[in-house]
């Protein structure tokens, strides 16, 4: 099968002319698999249609939020409400409450949380918090996690213990990100050997409880439980970032999973049930130091927006009432999991996949994936081809061996097969 490309062509060409690289987001780009991108019009469960009228399995999910598939009555209802009594207030609703007591319900640590509207905004606040509350400077993230595209969470994997950072983009400057300290994920020595050396001046740990910005990677086991140790020995904050995690791999997200209480947890994604909503809570203690209450400031124009609380309080009402979903998610993503290494397998594809719940990845490449370093082994154009192949046989991958993909609970038994029917084609070609 050969997909129809004129009007996602013509739409990309149009795009390019007036947005850089005619994406508001560089992970929706092409450039590292190759293909066209096709641009999508439609979606509906879990299916995305394009501009060419081609039809597709979708496993972005909007990079996460999807949890309850495109267009699931229950949010379009709720959104549709909202937009009815206006869009936008600059002033308290009453919806802020609800999302806020439930998702404040699902995190054991959390007393008061505060809504801003992106991933970024939130990891950006935490820290800014987890600095005001310690009064200390230094900040530990680790390499291949992603954070948001805040200044000083831009940082490339610097190699070796406790590396001084290295910003990871044109445009900040060295002085930024001079306390950010990045270390190699799943290394407790290396963790240890930085609190050693900045003893009293480490503000936090922000880690990605299970990774999925490097693909899908999991903590070792004890890995966050030593986190949680050291962090609160050397009176540092721990910050589990659960923007992709929260509400995806069960309702309590990993720390529910693995047991581990941060300090402060981030969210995003599928708080905002596919519209743009992003949070950082944690115990009244630290929370009360945000203005107006506290000395940290932070705000936002459109925080809190009607439309977008309606989404999120939509979509973790429905989650809240269906928990059987996240036992469904995991059924069927090992199954799907499966079924494609078996036909790398049979195709002599050297593969490996890491999954944990509904988040999973093939990396093209023997051996285990634990960090960023094995991570970087992954043969991209091996990922390159067998993405093209998936696409031109209806099946929307993310465009990069370094993203996870997601299942959301429109997928059904038939989506699984016909995907693994996919990959032994595209296989084959
Ligand atoms: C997506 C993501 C972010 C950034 O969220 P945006 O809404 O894109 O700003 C931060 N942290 C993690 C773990 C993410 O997956």
Redesign the pocket.
């Known amino acids: 099968m050969t997909r129809k490309v004129e009007q996602s062509r013509k739409l990309q060409k149009r795009a390019e002319s007036m947005i850089p690289g005619g994406v508001n ?1 560089p992970v929706r780009a092409f450039g590292s698999v190759g293909g066209e991108p096709p641009f999508i019009v439609r979606g509906k469960g879990s299916r995305l249609w394009d501009a060419d009228d081609n039809e597709y399995i979708d496993y972005i999910g909007s ?2 939020p999807m949890i309850l598939g495109h267009a699931a009555p229950d949010v379009v209802e709720a959104i549709t409400a909202a937009a009815r009594n206006s869009s936008s207030f600059g002033a308290s609703t009453p919806a802020e409450a609800d999302l806020a007591e439930i998702v404040i319900s699902a995190f054991p640590h959390m007393e008061k949380v505060r809504f801003v ?7 950006m606040s935490a820290i800014r918090l987890a600095r005001a509350y310690t009064k200390r400077k230094y900040i530990v993230k680790f390499e291949g ?5 805040a200044d000083v969470l831009l940082v490339k994997a610097g190699s070796g213990v406790a590396t001084l950072g290295i910003p990871g983009s044109a445009g900040v400057p060295e002085e930024f990100t001079q306390f950010t300290l990045a270390l190699r994920f799943n290394d407790v020595s290396a963790l240890e050997d930085a609190f050693q050396k900045f003893q009293g001046k480490i503000a936090c740990v922000i880690v ?1 409880p299970v ?3 490097m693909g899908c990677v999991s903590p070792a086991p004890g890995y966050l439980e030593a986190l949680r140790t050291i962090t609160k020995r050397e009176g540092a904050l721990l910050i589990f ?5 929260g509400f995806r791999l069960t309702f309590g997200g990993a720390q529910e999973l693995y047991g581990i209480r941060p300090d402060l947890t ?1 969210m ?2 599928i708080i905002g049930g596919g519209l ?1 909503v ?1 949070g950082y809570g944690g115990p009244s203690e630290i929370m009360d130091l945000v203005a107006p209450l506290g000395p940290m400031y932070q705000a936002g124009t459109l925080s809190g927006n009607p439309l977008a609380m309606a989404a999120g309080l939509a979509t973790l009402r429905y989650l809240r009432s269906h928990r059987e979903i996240y036992k469904q998610l995991d059924t069927l993503s090992a199954k799907l999991v499966a079924g494609i290494l078996a036909a790398a397998k049979d195709a002599g594809v050297a593969m490996t996949a890491n999954r944990v719940g509904s988040m999973f990845t093939w990396f093209f490449m023997s051996g285990e994936v634990r960090d960023w370093d094995t991570a970087e082994k992954a043969d991209t154009k091996a990922f390159g081809n067998f993405f093209r192949g998936m696409l031109d046989n209806g099946v929307y991958l993310p465009p990069s061996q370094f993203e996870a993909a997601f299942m959301s609970a429109a997928h059904t038994e038939s989506d699984v097969e016909v995907t693994i029917a996919a990959a032994r084609k595209s296989f084959s070609r």
């Open positions: 987001s990079w996460g509207s992106s991933g970024t905004e939130a990891t996690c992603y954070h948001g595209h990605e990774v999925g910005n970032d659960e923007v992709m995690t981030t995003g994604k743009p992003g």
